[in-house]
């Protein structure tokens, strides 16, 4: 139904969530090697485990949005009780729960920040990785964010 633009843009928005999803698995991964305390700890490890199942829900929101979009004639769609039949919905949704969490782990390298003014042998090397790591994070966001708004265009001139 919609061209290639779309589906490009479609692809484009999966390869930054995927890009996402491994950088909050690198934190994960490394935080249990830190010397943190228990309440830092848990604080990176609970505002990395909410984003990446967010980025499970923006998967989904996609999907339903492609079977909107036509993308997938052959399959059954993801969610074939969706109400709304516009994909636009669903592009909303999943930037809203990107830009919650962007916000989320905005606020964990401002905190890491301060701990490592504070103590930067305890906690620099977390504030660095982080850092570094939500950098590229928030430019896959960024990425996404410029899809989307290429697919409402799309969507907007088809009207």
């Known amino acids: 139904m919609y061209d290639d633009k779309i589906s490009k843009a479609v692809s484009n928005v999966y390869q930054d969530l995927d890009k996402i999803e491994g950088h909050l698995r690198f934190i994960l991964d490394k935080v249990p090697s830190l010397d943190l305390d228990e309440e830092t700890s848990s604080k990176i490890k609970s505002v ?52 919650e969490d962007i916000n989320n782990l905005k606020e964990l390298v401002t905190t890491l920040h301060v701990l490592a003014d504070e103590e930067l042998l305890r906690f620099g090397t977390a504030d660095i990785l982080v850092t570094e790591s939500a950098a590229h994070i928030i430019n896959s966001y960024n990425n996404i964010r410029e899809e989307t708004k290429k697919i409402r265009m799309i969507l907007d001139q088809t009207s």
Do not use: Q
């Open 48 to 99: 990395c485990n909410n984003f990446y199942w967010t980025i499970n829900d923006c998967k989904k929101e996609l999907r339903t949005a492609e079977d909107k979009l036509g993308l997938h004639p052959n399959e059954a769609p993801l969610d074939p009780g969706s109400v709304n039949p516009d994909p636009r919905v669903n592009i909303g949704m999943l930037e809203s729960f990107l830009s």
